[in-house]
């Protein structure tokens, strides 16, 4: 990654043993020479005019630089497109503005912890969903399990909390996990996680929109249409860049975060300040139902549900590169924060479930949460208004936690992508210095599985902790490994191992754990695609190394060792050809024009032509008009065949061939030439030896008609 | 039209002051160097290899001949391409074999008459059908109104015989209109003709369908389909070559014709000598039913039903070169033969109906044909097989008459190219010296109208014979400014004039007939759609008119006065760019290799590898290391915001850009690489000034790994 408050030391100009230039075309500062008569006789000087608005600015002898001018393209439509563009997404942002971009604390967290808070809107649910299969009788068990995962959560935390400071460029498992394990567990942890972001987004919105479609059920039939819509409103918002995007998605965070703060102190407070409520977990039990023995599994299963709530818990420390200076002490403290939110929430929901005894809906409406709400805020006069307010928080969270994804996938494919391992467009900042490439690629797959889901993504929650999961285990290992490295050299460096091979020991256990209860459930898909897409990331490597390694082409290094000869086919000898023949004659006297003769008139013409033009030009050896009879009347394959003799008899000159370049006015017009120059032209491209040199021809405008030939 | 056995006499090389030239590269006379020691110590000689089978082959003195070798293509895809052309349409055909091409009278005949003749088999029926509306009473007026048309066959006949001697090189109305009447009557002839041609194959292949479908109506279902392998079908057979075809397509109209005289023959036997029928054309009174009055303008519309009898008349004198010399003697000839094959057979079906009391059915089946041949060959014994037979015969020249359209079409259409009003690709010969693009041309249209019209074409045969007596018009008229111009050279002008006057003036009166009768029933698409073909032709010819004379490239025409100046963008100095440099070098000093600066450390690479490089190549005044930076990121704006700003700086400098083109090996890996390149090459061919020259880029496949750098 490129550090961009370095980026703008000036690179000097280095020339002729480094002294500096005079002022030279190759850089604009020679004034436009537009001569003017000085007030004395015979004195002259020069009247610098410079565009009102010019595309390159000189910032030093042999360095330029674009301004935003040389930014806007020409051409009526190409104009329109960038114009909308800038009415999306904003004015672009110079690089040097980078810093600016960079978030606080308040702005970074609800950026990067929306996805696990959210997650407080069901963990609990999902616990209790899997108890019930044992009946009422175990739903208490709820607690212990939320408080392991807590423990869990802790554990992660603090591990992680290692992790920033080591890697304040971004400590994501992908980094960590290749610098200390090696390549192959680095991509099977950027594999797991760009996966588990995908299946966020698409989760995420559709947990959104259903929510919505509960409150205005005449939306119904458009769902997929209402997912689409937020994704591209979501994908916009973030195109326009980490910091307004942060700023926008603030509010509701912090918002859900106060209700469901508030929600817990009101019903702990009635249940056991004003009702002494004796009991807890304990829940009205069911008649006639059989219901399977509460097993080992079932309880691991519950668990293995439960731990949903720790995804989204890396993003802060793969993020760090997004928070102010000092970076990773913000990021530390940031995550702190999260995690205690995130665990408060997460038990004080879990609490009120117990002491309100909720049993979740297999329907899973109303969710439990609305049905805590609906108990704490009822025949409570007023507050009444704080339950629908309550859902309205739930829905903007589940809506929004989609962006923590929008925050990470872009970062982690960038990091992919500069180390070769997905297609180098994925590193480029766009205008808004947001990895334009990565936001819209995960657009669209989440979308692709929106629509193939038909938004309804309830199957796509399985597959989620597994990923997470397998990140973390990868990345606390590889700390321990990092650690081990240091060991001596960094204080307390055993301490540090302890932790963090803790916390790998639980994560790859809890991993374990998932994958076996979720794996028909569809976490097998998920382990099917991470080999997969290692697959596709060793595969890009491969081709970019060969690419690097092994490209070539078949011109000496040394001016002095090229011996040119140059191939120039014809069809008649006017105007035009005559120039391309001179440009021709101007690299070297070695010029063959070929003519493949399908009409004796025409050859006839260009031989007298061709005489004309050499007692023109002035005679010369090496200069030659050879025609070539097509007896079966094709143009192309005889100058084909013609070329490529040339070319294995002397492969030791370079040989170029010079070809026009039609420029029609409009498409149609194409039809009217016949296509052998541009069959030529793709024929050529696969001849390593041969350079394609093309003279644009063009049309002129309003100008008078045929001008004659030189002679 | 290149006149084919005058295009290989040789044209001999005219090198420097008319002296033959030694052996030189560019006649491949050179021995491929390959030095052997001879016998005796010190002498060495050359030995000439030859592969066995070359694509060029030595003519002259800077005369090379393309063999067939030079066809084959190499690649996999295209080779089965090739070989799958060469199995359907035959091996091709040097230009000197046109000669053979040429067909007998007896072969012409059928191919440019089956159109004509065939419409014997409705053109009776046509008439029948619009005197059937003033009842049966009337119906005897067909005969009438046949021998006027016959009348006007051979006039038209006559008038023809005159055109083939003056235009021995095909004297179709358009050659014949247009060199007297003008450019614009000859395109409106030519209009008329494409049209009535297009419409001539659709209505004949959906004919033959029907009639087919009739026999097998399980059919049915498949008629569109049936049309389109039809056309197919014909299509390929005339891709063959006219020489094929002519002897494809001679037996079924011979056996057409020989079917219809014996029917006609022995019917009229059957009635006058053995009966004795004393009557003819009286027909039995329908009962209670009204008709509309019998008026001029139903006897005319019925007469201009009929005329539809001459399309595919002016076919002969159009193709008057295929025929074997002497042409115009044998065209004539063949010309009055066809007529009076022609005219005798309408008669006689005619005089059948007439004499048998023959209705046309509305419905249109059974045909007036096929109730003649039932009622001729009824109770006649073992004779009643004719019926079947003729019935196959009329079958025949029906699905057959499409061919004179393709004799035809291509032929006028080459014309109409080679002297600019349709692409030129219609004016070249294909493998088989036919002229492919008007045959493909023509069969994707008729393909269409069969499509759109779902293979029931009635509605087009009112279309039909508007056109072609346009066409008779204008070519009259035309012959007849062509005696007045050789009016006192020519002996017998003025019966000449007469002649030609009279089949004008005719022919003139049939057209707006045919025009008025027909204009609701759909002559007017044809009369709306003259003028937009002559709009099209005229936009075309104006296409070739401009870009001939306003085409340029601003190259000087002298290579003294072309002051180069060489632009490479770099992304960094590898192997690959260094020999770009040396090649932008070998023709230049004045070189600048730009680099956009978006990442500060490969600028600063790039700058220690240039200095470096200069060390190496010898540092230089001209050539400079340029660095442009981009705040916004963007490589391709500031790159063209400095070409275009040297560009105007410079308008007298000849200005070329050095790009790699990248050849990969799999499709998808062009996405690995950013599109920079393509989007500049694009954009730099909008502009006239400069030269791109594009240097090949390869993987190289099985060598060894990343040569280092020079130095």
Redesign the interface.
Known sequence: M??PD????R?T?????NAE?QA?????Q?P?GEERRGGRLGDMRYVIIRPENP??RR?GS?????T????I?EGRLSKAAYWTKRALIGV?????KAEHERLSKFKALPLLSSDAISSVAFATEAILINLAAAGPAHLGLTLPISLVIILLLCIVTISYRQTIPAYPNGGGSYTVARENLGKLPGLVAAAALLIDYVLNVAVCISAGVLNMVSLFPELHGSIVLLDIALVVLVTLLNLRGVRESGSIFAFPTYFFVINAALLIGVGLFKAYVIHHQPFIGTFAPMKDTVFEPLTVLLVLRAFATGCSAMTGVEAISNGVPIFKKPETRNAATTLTIMAVILGTLFLGITLLAMTYGIEAHPSGNPTVVAQIALKVYSNSGPFIVLFPIFQLAVLGILALSAETSYADFPRLASLLAHDGFL???FS????RLAFSVGIIALAIMSCILLIVFEGSTDALINLFAVGVFIAFTLSQAGMVMHWWRLRGTANNWRRSIMINGLGAGTTAIVAMIIATMKFMEGAWIVILLIPLLVLMFLG?EH??H????????D????????K?RVIIPIDRL???T???L??A???TRHV?AVH??????S??KI?QD??KW?QY?G???ET???????????LF??L???I???RK??PDE?L?VIL?????AHWW?Y????QTVLRLKAK?????G???????????GK?P??RPL?W
């Open positions: 490129d550090n370095k980026l703008f030391n690179v100009y280095i020339g002729k043993d230039i030279d075309d190759y850089d604009l020679t436009v595309p390159l910032v042999g360095m330029l630089e674009a935003e001018a040389a930014e393209p672009p942002l110079a690089s040097a297609p180098r467009q480029f900042r766009g205008d890009i081709h970019y060969v690419f690097e390694s092994e490209r070539t082409t011109v000496p290094a040394q001016p002095q060792q090229i040119h006017d105007r035009v005559i120039q391309s001179s440009y004659r101007s690299i063959t493949v003769v399908v009409n004796e008139e050859a006839l031989r061709w005489m050499q030009i005679e010369d050896e030659h008009l050879l025609l070539i009879e097509s007896p079966y009347r094709s394959r005889p084909l065949a013609y490529d003799t040339i008899r002397h370079t170029s026009p370049e039609f420029v029609v017009e039809f009217l030439h016949n050529l491209l696969f001849r390593p041969i350079v394609v040199i093309n003279l644009p021809q063009h049309i002129r100008q008609a045929l030189p």
